[in-house]
């Protein structure tokens, strides 16, 4: 093992803050370098890459490979005015080595040579901008590769001033299409790849285009051409939000070839050239395409700080804590369209005699590595006094990470869709009905240990995941359970149970604890076959600084947003609503998009709220999309059309996302979640078309499906999706998997014409496409309650092919009242469903 040098490198660190009102942490005089994108020559192993020579911590490193002229450096975001550069050498430290600058990451300038260094650490004055800087090694002190604590720089953001064209290639190896090629060697992609020598060319016709996504909207500045001989004569350079429609940038006649650029402006995420007259008898041809985007002079977004105005972070000498949750509990108890967002974070130690009772949009967490870091010795409370008993209605919050000693001994989490209850121990047992035993339909339970009984009483359909129980009591119609040591043995065809012993793949929910005073994020890892809780070794699990996260704030707009996921920043959604007016675009493999208080984001003007690249191991969890009155095409989209990369090994998930159509006010989405990449893993989702509150009517909340999956290797673990206008589920992909399904069809359907399609009466709930070969389901419940007309007799809930690789287990559905009934439970098979008693229809295995 090495040492550690004695030398101390010139920081400033960020305290922490806490009192009763929301206060947390600030930063003054932070490094530049700190949370950005670092990359490097070489590094010695995976634990040493060179990202955690500017994390911020001084116990991590970046070491190369033992040779010489390795180097180290770090994206800034955006050109800045660098003044001094720190580098907290380890043992293995450079004698000789650059420090260089460059705006475009391909042409450096020296800025500072050091020769006869004796490693600790080196405070070096230099002058110049640029938005990469590298420390470039020419000589090693030791047969050892080069290795730093930490790598800093510090200037002025924004060194070019505002308004400046940056000059690298923003373009340069995205993704690229055209309206044709003139042969396999001539793609799109060429003429994006900064290599003159290839090239893209077109049919020998007129109009032609090429073009390419640059990833998020960019404000755009310059575009450079260079024309093979067959150019274009007359020609526009087009630029797009979304890919359908398109503003003319600079519209160009009479060109005569060769090398030209264009100032333009204007904001755009695709850039087209879009030709209109060839100037040869051939088609168009570029060998290549550059485009520059403007800097706003602001510099880079900085990383970390305070967590904004709705986190209360608490301690156990915190005075008045009970007042506190009271005052919150008070507004929000029954403010169910409200906007008022919040999150309590409760530092580790031991809080006596509380009871917490938990409203809408709260969320209360502990913040240690392990939920017995936080002992509270009293209650977290969900109970329906504000709705007649009824908890039907007990919507949007959550626990998670805390130890709970119930002062009955019993805990009452009475709560509905859309409630976790995480990484829980509760020291004692736990009541999932309200008092009085009122309606209850609920809920999730993951990654949690409860030493007593779990008692659900009314409720009428419960998901436990990798958990631990000390008994199961009771339920109403689906109680399903996979990988929950105690849990009570399937008894699907008398009774309500449905239990795996193990979870196929899981992987939990990212959290933000405290690390002595430092706020860090734990990325857990993926398990599979899954069996009781993960903690407390949380193996597989890293931990991310909060300097590597952009702390979004209510007033945050989503350009900021997007350039800050640019920079390589992962995303902390504080408590609030916040309204974008572009789509959120996470292109970058293993970001983090993390929600505090259920943080909700709606899109403006009929954009798509977020959409996720093709790429390994996004992590969303915890927020709510709530769609706009403007329709959006698709609120949340994983993976472009047609993706098809693989994705096992590090799968996307989404953990606790919740979507709304309609209810806070009108909106509508025609589709609401669609799934185009392989291998994603949904844990725990309510997507929900409202069926009360404002804004709600037949097409006034329109909203036509509710989860779309293309992708294959899809796994749904605890999925919830409710009342659309067609399907509620339409599943294409190849090889899905879930493990329960709760679904209500729609209330409002006005008659049956309004929902009968190829002959069938109502939209199956959870629909197979018939292209699928092999899909498998268990655990499943549809039920109806046509308010509107309550003569409907939907002809199934469920519809799939008939193969042997399709494989449904456990299937049910039910009147609510007698409100409408169901023919069939799956296809043609299965009793009908009759009366008002809400009897069962069940299927237990199909084919």
């Known amino acids: ?24 942490a600030t930063a003054a005089d932070t490094p530049l370098s700190q949370g950005r994108t670092a990359t490097s020559s070489s590094a010695e192993n995976a634990g040493t890459p060179a990202g955690l020579a500017v994390d911020g911590d001084s116990a991590t490193r970046w070491s190369s490979a033992a040779s010489d002229d390795q180097w180290l450096q770090v994206d800034l975001g955006a050109t800045a005015s660098v003044t001094r550069v720190v580098l907290d050498w380890e043992d293995a430290y450079g004698k000789d080595y650059k420090i260089q600058l460059s705006r475009n990451g391909n042409d450096w300038t ?12 080196d405070t070096l004055d230099v002058s110049g901008e640029g938005r990469y800087v590298r420390m470039q090694g020419v000589h090693r002190a030791t047969p050892w590769g080069y290795s730093l604590w930490e790598f800093q720089v510090f200037g002025t953001a924004g060194g070019t001033g505002p308004g400046s064209c940056d000059a690298g290639d923003a373009a340069r190896g995205k993704p690229a299409s ?23 060319s077109s049919q020998a016709s007129d109009p032609q285009w090429v073009q390419v996504d640059l990833g998020s909207v960019r404000d755009l500045c310059k575009v450079d051409l260079h024309w093979e001989a067959a150019h274009a004569k007359d020609f526009r350079i087009e630029a797009s939000s979304d890919g359908r429609t398109w503003h003319t940038l600079q519209a160009v006649t009479g060109a005569t070839g060769g090398t030209a650029s264009y100032d333009v402006s204007g904001e755009g995420r695709y850039v087209r ?52 949750f009271d005052q919150v509990f008070a507004q929000q108890e029954s403010d169910q369209f409200g906007s008022g967002r919040y999150q309590f974070l409760l530092k580790p130690g031991t809080y006596n005699g509380i009871n917490a009772q938990v409203g809408y949009y709260t969320s209360v967490s502990g913040l240690g590595l392990n939920p017995d870091d936080t002992q509270i010795n009293g209650d977290l409370t969900v109970d329906a006094g504000w709705f007649d008993g009824n908890a039907t209605q007990n919507f949007w919050r959550s626990a998670e990470n805390l130890a709970l000693r119930p002062a009955s001994g019993t805990n009452r989490w009475a709560v509905a869709q859309a409630a976790p209850f995480r990484r829980m121990h509760v020291q004692g047992g736990l009541n999932l009905a309200p008092s009085g035993y009122g309606w209850a339909s609920g809920g999730y339970i993951a990654d949690s240990k409860i030493d007593g009984t779990v008692g659900p009483y009314s409720q009428q359909q419960w998901y436990t995941r990798d958990s631990s129980v000390g008994g199961w009591t009771n339920g109403v119609w689906n109680m399903t359970f996979s990988g929950v040591e105690g849990a009570p043995a399937t008894n699907f065809e008398s009774g309500p149970y449905t239990t795996l012993d193990t979870t196929p793949v899981s992987r939990e929910k990212p959290f933000l604890y405290l690390d002595g005073d430092a706020y860090k994020v734990f990325v857990p890892g993926k398990r599979t076959d899954a069996r009781g809780v993960s903690w407390p070794a949380n193996a597989g699990g890293t931990s991310l600084p ?17 350039a800050a996921l640019d920079q390589g920043l992962n995303l902390l959604f504080t408590p609030g609503v916040y309204h974008i007016d572009r789509t959120i675009e996470v292109d970058r493999a293993d970001t983090v998009v993390l929600g505090l208080g259920l943080a909700t984001i709606i899109p403006d003007g009929g954009v798509d709220a977020m959409h996720v690249g093709d790429v390994d191991g996004v992590r969303l969890a915890g927020f709510l999309i709530d769609a706009g009155p403007v329709n959006s095409d698709t609120l949340l989209r994983i993976g472009e059309p047609g993706a098809n990369a693989d994705h096992a090994a590090n799968p996307t998930t989404v953990q606790d996302v919740f979507i709304r159509i309609g209810g806070a006010g009108p909106g509508r989405a025609t589709d609401s979640v669609v799934i185009n990449s392989d291998d994603v893993l949904v844990d725990h989702t309510w997507i929900w078309r409202a069926d009360h509150g404002e804004g709600v009517g037949w097409e006034t909340n329109r909203a036509d499906y509710g989860l779309r999956v293309n992708g294959d290797d899809v796994l749904a673990t605890g999925l919830f ?28 359907a006005p008659n049956e014409a309004a929902i009968t399609h190829d002959g069938i009466v109502g939209y199956a709930a959870y629909k197979v496409a018939d292209s699928v070969d092999e899909h498998e389901a268990v655990a499943l419940g549809s039920y109806c309650n046509y308010t509107s007309d309550p003569t409907i007799v939907q002809h199934h809930g469920f519809q799939v092919p008939v193969k042997p690789g399709v494989r449904m287990r456990h299937l049910q559905v039910i009147s609510l009242g007698g409100m409408g009934q169901y023919r069939h439970v799956i296809n043609d098979t299965g009793a009908p469903t009759s009366g008002t008693d809400t009897v069962p229809s069940k299927v237990t295995r199909f084919p």
């Open 273 to 324: 050239v879009h030709g209109t007259a060839r100037a040869t008898g051939y088609g168009y041809s570029l060998w290549e395409v550059a485009v520059h985007t403007g800097t706003s002079g602001s510099g880079p977004i900085q990383g970390g700080g305070d967590l904004g105005p709705n986190v209360i972070v608490v301690d156990p000498s915190t005075p008045n804590l009970q007042q506190r």
């Open 178 to 200: 055209a309206s044709s090629v003139e042969n396999p060697g001539t793609p799109a992609s060429a003429a994006f790849d900064g290599d003159t020598g290839t090239r893209w």
């Open 1 to 24: 093992m090495r040492l550690r040098s004695l030398g101390v490198a010139l920081v400033a660190t960020a305290a922490l803050v806490t009192l009763p009102a929301p206060m947390a």
């Open 110 to 121: 020296d800025a500072r040579t050091v020769t006869g260094g004796d490693g600790g650490t």
């Open 546 to 562: 909060l300097g590597q996260f952009y702390v979004v704030k209510p007033g945050a707009t989503a350009a900021t947003i997007n």
């Open 721 to 748: 999706v409710e009342h659309f206008n067609k399907y509620d589920v339409h599943w294409s992909g190849e090889r899905g998997r879930t493990i329960f399904f709760q679904n209500e069809k729609a209330y409002d």
